[in-house]
């Protein structure tokens, strides 16, 4: 008989914690939270697992940030991924194969040096490359002086990888399963529900559902459910765009990404590239590709790789990126609002996220007190002028 990966339980009139959204983060904190014994969790999910982001990421990894606060964090979360496919009983296909972010002018190559820098003195492999350095690694490499901007060397970062996306989101469904949640796939949250500044649970499609504890890990959509709440948050929302190609034998064993051409690629165990740009030019959540997009991701693709002029494309597709100002996420408790708490603010960051933002999302519902590692990205700092500037690192940001 065929098991199921996770059961389809029946929607309960109240649990002790909500989660909403069903993509990587909050199933996640979910999966976490069932481990440190809080029982009684639900994730509600509008469409199915994995739908939002976390299906449509180009399944980078790396934590080669540029902020002390964002190296700790991500390089958190990088070792989390190391175990993953041990700790879920899961086969991710994670594979280090080492990251390569390209630097085309003096201001880039000064940008990553630093970078280089602080990640060294946080512990965590960085380091310059030069160009025939670069090429050694990658022979298909243009590195001469034809490209409009030809290659001047490299931030080399030997940890960082590319997993398969969507087996995070079904094994840490799985996981979360087992342990007792309760995930409940088209279940749109439409409201959720405050009296006396306290949370007192969401009104979905199928009805009110009690509870006490609410985060919200919604990505994109965050500002469409927090706005009514009168929680005010500085997200802005893009869609970010990708492609496949059709498969080819495997040449690549590295991810590239250009900072100023805004490009980037790796290759699958199946032999397709999967390519990203920047986010779109303005806000809106359509999830339409363009061809747009596939123009200028073909013109700077080649400025690269000319020899892959006949790559044919196989499929596009788009996903929304939550923008904050600095670039850094928001993990917190709504203080004003007891029981509230926000997960929100990837950006085009979050898949590679997910196992530290999932873990410390649950140590603070369930300790009721925000790990050190997290206190950076409360909402508050905003008002306070204490951004943590990461846009350095958003080398798909134009
Ligand atoms: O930050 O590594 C990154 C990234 C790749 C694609 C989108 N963001």
Redesign the pocket.
Known sequence: MTRRMWRTPELRSSYDVIIVGGGAHGLATAYYLAKMGVRNVAVLEARFVGYGGSGR??A?L?SNYRTEEGIRFYDQSLRLYERLAGELDFNLMFSQQGHFTLGHSESSMNTLMTRAEINKSVGVESTILSPPEIKRRVPEIDISDHPRYPIMGALYHPPGGIIRHDAVVWAYARGADRLGVDIHNQTPVQKIVIENNRVQGVVTNRGTVRSGKVLTALAGWTSELCGPTGVKLPLVTYP?QALVTEPYKPWLHHVI?SSNLHI?LSQTDRGELVC?DGIDGYPHYGMRSTLGFLESYAAHFLELFPALHKMKVMRQWAGLCDMTPDYSPIISPIEAIEGFYINCGWG??GF?AAPASGLNSARMIAEGKVPEIIRPFHYNRFQENRLVGEKA????SS
């Open positions: 990421n180009t980078i790396r970010l990404v980037y990203g085009t960051y590679k690192a958003a080398s798909v």
